[in-house]
């Protein structure tokens, strides 16, 4: 606080300050003697007054006369400061009072001296009267001169004794206040004389700091002032001369920046017409990604609708095939679409990423699964191991890690020509809110070398950008990836050798969320005994691993022999071997020696899940009689394959009901869309499904279409000419406000994929929308979500267990596919084929009078083997449904058995040949 004084008030504090505290310290000491003398003097007033009132009303007080008490009273009242006179007897009677009632209570009195009691505004006195007092005014002599004749009672008031103090304080006060201001009044003299002259200093030293270095300072009166100004005087002589020769060097130097100024003005409006140049191209390029996403999409929406379309239909196998490869073609150009979009949401910073539950599990073996028939194509083994503690519920963007993991695995695919790929996810550090995850995807592919690493992570880069690679592909899943683990907080990278292969990895951590996923009994399951049969080591771990998680005891084998000979051995065992799970592929183990040996297994006792590539799922589902719960397709879905322990166990399920729809009848729909194809695909689609549909091409006739009939619900495409789809269903919104009529379900139909699409739509008053190209099964989950009215399938679906009377007694084409396409192999097949046709015929008779089962089955498993290598639709599916029936000892075996003689007797009828 002193520090922020001037220095005038640092004068006068420091003047009055000791000055103030001597005149206090003095006043307040004689003021206290003064009062001290005023009080005892009061004091002794009192006490010469009762001892003079004593001598007085003795003689009064010996003879009782209170009219005489009552005048000395009176009298003695007239004394200055007196308040109160009483007179008692020697009992302390009252025998005479003068005045008003005593302030103070009965000083305690030892009966032979003075005694007093005093309060704030009086001090009261006791003096007790004796005889001697009577005898200083009686000239008799007392006989007793102790004795005690009476009491003298008064009480003096201390108002005046007050008032007397108050006023030598206020006058005290008067005095050194009034030496105060004489000495403030000095101290601000004298502060004058030394603030004056450092203000004319100020003052210059101010104008000297704003540039005027003419300015000198005057003499100031004191040597000290005059020998700092002149001080300040040649400073500032100084400082002209030296400004005199900066101000001819910054003449010279503004010239040359002035010139500098003009050449960077130029370039800075240069760089403004670049920088809005750069914003138009930038809106230019999200307006052509928008359009071109609706442009591109919209033929794709036909090509792959009506080639899904076109595939229901009766075609040979090599249109099939030609289909097939249409649609892959197109789903191929559908993924590069995305990839750009997805590229310019991430560069745009318009990608918002979701944040809900999701099993890890189950999202890794969708990306499995879903690549899996491209990985067994090329004969890779693809393999995924999650270790037991990594959590399955966790809370993160599951269609954006599965979108990272698709994309790590299909690099691998593509890269990789032989060995395997293994997926691996683990936990690097755990709490209980948190889980930081590592997942990895490892090949054995080419490998990356040092420079390649470099530029991996590059927009528009692969590992071989040579205009002869093989892979293809836009270079841009690698860049979106690292993007997105990013934006998810986490970090991927790569560890690579040339010639051996690569490691790609993510690192992430992801909040935890509360495990609902699916609880299954596994009762039936726990101390059963499982023998593995597969050759590779790491698969071979992995389902291991799920065997003993489900409660099986494993024990895998070197070949299928060797199992066969442990199942047969421990048959009748304390601990038999329940379950054969068996990893194959076609080299190395054929479908009908496979199905040979499952027919052996169950005959002792063991069931079989048999474990085969995606792409030779087909030929071993055509042997085994339970393909529905017996073939997997690899890797091994930890979920699908204790579904079908439980089924092969026993353990089934029950199935939940259907929802029946809200009403019977069919939904009236409206479509809207200006491209030709696109409408008459969804049309068709529709249509086929059993919905009454009214096609229009335009959003004028839509918005009439709604005024005059009754729909159920509208699909509107988005952009078309004229009257696009927001603006027709602005239009509808408003005549339904104005008619008060119901908000009429409005689904769009765009091919756009950039961000904030969505959130347009719905403000513009679209209740959904649907993705070009769009499927049957949106449409139909669409249409019963808002309309509550169900589509129905008019293609029939084919009972696995009994044979449709439309399938083809003989088809050449199924038995030229079957043959490889060698029409001599083909042609041999069926003959060896009809060569037993007769023996087996006459077989099954014999077993089926005799009633010997086992026979039966043998020689209908036969024959159901047989019919897997020749274009016999309607013997396979009666032989099929038969071999079921007999091995469920199901009541309706006799009926397939009928109709697979019936069977038999029209192929024999057909070829012209004795049955």
């Not at 395997?420 to 930081?436: G, L």
Request: proline share 5%.
């Amino acid at each position: 606080m002193f520090k922020d004084l001037g220095l005038k008030g640092r004068v006068l504090l420091l003047s009055l300050l000791p000055t103030s505290l001597m005149a206090l310290g003095l006043g307040s000491y004689f003021i206290a003697v003064q009062l001290q003398e005023l009080e005892g003097q009061l004091m002794q007033r009192g006490q010469s007054l009762a001892e003079h009132l004593a001598p007085l009303a003795a003689p009064a007080l010996v003879r009782h006369d209170t009219e005489q008490l009552e005048r000395i009273a009176k009298h003695a009242l007239e004394q200055a400061d007196v308040r109160t006179v009483s007179f008692l007897d020697a009992e302390h009677a009252p025998l005479a009072n003068a005045g008003p009632k005593m302030l103070n209570p009965l000083p305690n009195s030892d009966g032979d001296n003075l005694a007093q009691r005093s309060g704030n505004d009086a001090t009261r006195f006791l003096l007790p009267v004796f005889e001697h007092h009577r005898h200083l005014t009686d000239e008799q002599t007392p006989e007793n001169d102790e004795r005690l004749l009476g009491w003298v009672e008064l009480e003096l008031s201390h108002h005046s004794t007050l008032l007397r103090g108050y006023r030598s304080l206020f006058t005290s006060l008067l005095l050194v206040f009034a030496g105060l201001v004489i000495t403030a009044l000095l101290a601000i003299r004298m502060s004058r004389s030394i603030s004056e002259p450092l203000q004319q200093i100020k003052r210059g030293v101010a104008l000297l700091k704003d540039g005027r270095l003419e300015t000198r300072l005057p003499t100031l009166g004191s040597q000290e002032m005059d020998e700092v100004a002149s001080g300040i005087n040649r400073m500032a002589e100084a400082l002209q001369n030296a400004q005199e020769e900066l101000q001819h060097s910054v003449e010279q130097a503004t010239e040359d920046v002035r010139q500098n100024l003009e050449t960077i003005e130029i370039q800075n409006i240069e760089l403004d017409f670049a920088r809005k140049e750069a914003l138009e191209a930038s809106r230019i390029k999200s307006e052509f990604l928008a359009n071109m996403s609706h442009e591109i999409r919209t033929p794709l929406n036909g090509i792959l609708g009506f080639t899904r379309l076109l595939q229901k239909s009766e075609l040979t196998s090599r249109q099939q095939d030609y289909l097939g490869t249409i649609e892959k073609s197109a789903d191929s150009l559908l993924g590069i679409i995305n990839e750009v979009l997805d590229f310019s949401k991430i560069e745009a910073g318009k990608l918002v990423l979701e944040h809900i539950p999701f099993n890890l599990r189950d999202l890794i073996q969708d990306a499995l699964t879903l690549l899996a028939p491209a990985a067994h194509a090329k004969q890779l083994e693809l393999v995924s191991l999650i270790y037991r503690d990594t959590p399955p519920s966790l809370i993160g963007d599951p269609q954006r890690l599965k979108q990272i993991l698709t994309n790590l695995i299909s690099n691998a695919i593509k890269f990789t020509h032989s060995g395997t790929i293994a997926i691996r996810a683990m936990v690097e550090d755990e709490t209980a809110e948190r889980a930081q995850l590592r997942i990895s995807v490892q090949d054995t592919g080419i490998g990356l070398a040092d420079d390649e690493l470099r530029n991996l992570f590059q927009a528009f880069s692969q590992a071989d950008n040579s205009l002869t690679r093989q892979a293809g592909g836009t270079g841009l899943g690698l860049v979106i990836s690292k993007r997105l683990i990013e934006q998810m907080g986490g970090e991927i990278g790569v560890t690579s050798t040339p010639g051996e292969g690569s490691e790609f990895w993510i690192s992430l951590s992801l909040p935890k969320a509360r495990d609902d996923g699916e609880t299954l009994p596994r009762s039936t399951l726990q101390g059963r005994r499982a023998a593995l049969l597969e050759n590779h080591e790491l698969a071979r771990q992995a389902l291991e691993h799920q065997l003993e998680d489900h409660g099986l005891k494993v024990q895998h084998f070197t070949s299928l022999d060797a199992l066969l000979e442990a199942v047969a051995a421990q048959r009748h065992g304390d601990q038999p071997i329940d379950l054969a799970m068996l990893g194959v592929n076609a080299q190395e183990l054929p479908p009908e020696r496979l199905s040979q040996h499952i027919w052996d297994l169950e005959r002792l006792g063991c069931k079989s899940l048999v474990l085969c590539p995606t792409t030779e799922q087909a030929l071993y589902q055509e042997l085994l009689p339970e393909a529905g719960s017996q073939v997997q397709a690899k890797p091994a879905c930890a979920r699908k394959v204790l579904h079908a322990l439980l089924h092969l166990f026993g353990e089934r399920q029950p199935r939940p009901e259907p929802p029946a729809p809200l009403a019977s009848r069919a939904p009236r729909l409206l479509c809207v869309d200006d491209n030709p194809a696109n409408l008459l695909l969804v049309k068709t689609l529709l249509e086929d499904m059993g919905a009454e549909v009214l096609a229009i091409d335009n959003g004028q006739d839509a918005l009439e279409a709604v005024k005059h009939n009754a729909f159920d619900l509208v699909f509107m495409d988005v952009q078309m000419p004229g009257m696009d789809g927001r603006q027709t269903t602005e239009a509808i919104r408003q005549w339904e406000s104005e008619n008060e009529r119901v908000a009429l379900p409005i689904i769009a139909l765009t091919a756009h994929a950039l961000a904030n699409e969505k959130r347009a739509l719905l403000r513009a008053g679209m209740d959904d929308y649907l993705t070009k190209p769009i499927s049957e099964r949106q449409l139909a989950q669409v249409v019963l979500k808002w309309t509550g009215l169900a589509l129905r399938n008019h293609q029939p679906e084919r009972s696995p267990e009994t044979p449709s009377t439309h399938l083809g007694i003989l088809d050449a084409e199924e038995g030229l596919r079957l043959a490889a396409g060698k029409p001599d192999l083909a042609a041999d097949m069926l003959n060896m084929l009809l060569a037993g046709l007769p023996a087996d015929r006459k077989a099954i008779r014999q077993a089926r009078e005799s009633g010997d089962r086992m026979a039966l089955l043998e020689r209908v498993h036969r024959l159901n083997g047989a019919t897997r290598y020749c274009g016999v639709p309607q013997l396979r599916a009666a032989c099929q449904r038969s071999e079921t029936l007999l091995k469920q000892n199901d009541p309706a075996t006799d009926l397939a058995l009928d109709e697979l003689d019936a069977a038999i007797e029209r192929l024999a009828a057909e070829m012209k040949v004795d049955a």
